[in-house]
C-alpha cells in the first residue's frame, strides 16, 4: 500500500547534494580536505571524492603523481557520477610549474570529465584572494622549502607579492594532518604583517578552517585556506549559497539563507 504524500511521516535529512554536488579528486593518504568540506557544507551539497597516490609532499613525490596515469583515471571515474563541478584538490600539485600549468590542467581535467564545471585548489585560491580584495599576502604552508618557493613564486606571479611566509618543512602527507589547530592559528599569527593585506594558508591536508573566524577576528584581515578557497569557489561558479556560516568572510559570501552556525 502507498500513502499519500500528506500522509507520509517527515523523512531525516539525508545527505543528497540537491542544491550542489562538489567532485573531489584528492590524495589518497589525506583526510582533511573532505571533513573541512563537509564541515561547511549547508544541506543540499554533498562532497562526492575520488582518490590519487601521492608518494611524498616534495617536488618529486608530487610531480610522480601528476605524471602518473591515475590521474586521468579518478577524473573519468568522477565524471562518471551526476556532479556539478570537479575541483582538483591539490594546491602544491596544481601550482608546482605556475599559472600555465594550472591552466592547462583544468583543460586536462576537462576533457577527461566533460559535463561539469572544473576547478582546482590553485585557480580558487586566486579567486578567493581576489573576492576578498587581497593585494600583497603574508604565506604560511606545512611544506619543505623547495615546494614552499613554488607556492610563493605562483602567488607573486599573478599579483600577490609574499610579504612575509613561513613553512613547517614537512614531506609526509600523513604527517601534515598531525599538526594540532592550536599550532595552525599561531604559524598564522607568526606570519602577519602589517603591509600583508590578507593572509593564505596552503594545503589540502593541513587542518585551518576551524580557526579561520578567529584569526580574522584576532588579525582584522580576510584569511584564505586552499580547502576554504576550493569549496567557496566550487560554490560560486554554480552561482549557489550553500555554506554555513562561521568559516571567515570568504565563505561567509557564499552562506545558504537560514543556515546555522556550527
Known amino acids: 500500500m502507498s500513502l499519500s ?9 539525508d545527505g543528497n547534494g540537491e542544491r550542489a554536488r562538489i567532485g573531489l579528486i584528492f590524495m589518497a593518504s589525506s583526510i582533511v580536505m573532505e571533513s573541512e568540506m563537509w564541515a561547511m557544507a549547508a544541506e543540499g551539497v554533498a562532497i562526492h571524492t575520488t ?3 601521492l608518494p611524498k609532499v616534495t617536488v618529486e613525490g608530487i610531480e610522480e603523481m601528476m605524471n602518473a596515469p591515475e590521474l586521468e583515471s579518478a577524473a573519468r571515474l568522477l565524471g562518471s557520477a551526476p556532479i556539478d563541478v570537479l575541483c582538483f584538490g591539490g594546491t602544491s600539485a596544481s ?6 600549468y594550472d591552466h592547462a590542467l583544468i583543460e586536462k581535467l576537462k576533457s577527461w570529465a566533460p559535463g561539469p564545471k572544473v576547478t582546482t585548489a590553485s585557480t580558487a585560491t586566486l579567486a578567493g584572494l581576489k573576492k576578498v580584495g587581497a593585494g600583497p599576502v603574508a604565506l604560511a604552508t606545512p611544506y619543505v622549502d623547495g615546494v614552499h618557493e613554488r607556492a610563493v613564486r605562483f602567488l607573486e606571479e599573478n599579483g600577490h607579492p609574499v610579504v612575509a611566509g613561513r613553512n613547517l618543512g614537512i614531506d609526509s602527507d600523513q604527517a601534515l594532518a598531525e599538526v594540532p589547530l592550536d599550532d595552525v592559528f599561531d604559524l598564522v599569527c607568526s606570519v602577519d604583517r602589517p603591509e600583508a593585506s590578507a593572509i593564505f594558508i596552503s594545503c589540502t591536508n593541513f587542518w585551518s578552517v576551524g580557526a579561520i573566524e578567529a584569526l580574522e577576528a584576532e588579525l582584522g584581515k580576510p584569511v584564505v585556506s586552499a580547502v576554504q578557497a576550493s569549496f567557496w569557489h566550487a560554490l560560486d561558479i554554480l552561482d549557489v549559497d550553500g555554506a554555513r556560516p562561521g ?9 545558504a539563507k ?4 556550527p
Not at 247 to 255: H, I, N, T
Request: hydrophobic share 40%; aromatic share 12%.
Open 5 to 13: 504524500r500528506d500522509a507520509r511521516p517527515a523523512f531525516r535529512y
Open 95 to 100: 601550482f608546482l610549474h605556475g599559472t600555465a
Open 258 to 261: 537560514g543556515a546555522d552556525a
Open 247 to 255: 568559516y571567515g568572510r570568504l565563505v561567509d559570501s557564499r552562506a
Open 51 to 53: 582518490r590519487i597516490k
